[in-house]
């Protein structure tokens, strides 16, 4: 997927997913057949689908606290990865 508009894309229904509809179905389809997770602040996470599905299930989606917001934050804009800013 080296379309930038599409990463993002998928990005936004990966997030949408997790912290908006709480949709565990809808978060998993944004991911790759094969993939890991890691939350970095909690040091958990799974690898592969039906354990990061476990995962997911009892300790992310739907579990944060009630004051819990996303914040957008700038993208990256340049063609490296690198920002233009």
């Given at each position: 997927m080296?379309?930038?508009a599409a990463m993002e894309r998928c990005w936004?229904?990966?997030t949408d997913g997790e912290f908006v509809n709480l949709d565990l179905r809808a978060t998993m389809s944004t991911m790759a057949d094969h993939p890991t997770v890691l939350h970095v602040p909690t040091a958990m996470g799974a690898s592969g689908r039906?354990?990061?599905s476990d995962?997911?299930?009892r300790w992310f989606i739907g579990h944060h606290p009630a004051d819990f917001a996303l914040r957008s934050v700038p993208a990256p804009s340049g063609t490296n990865g690198s920002s233009t800013s």
């Open positions: 080296a379309d930038h936004t229904a990966h039906r354990d990061i995962f997911y299930a």
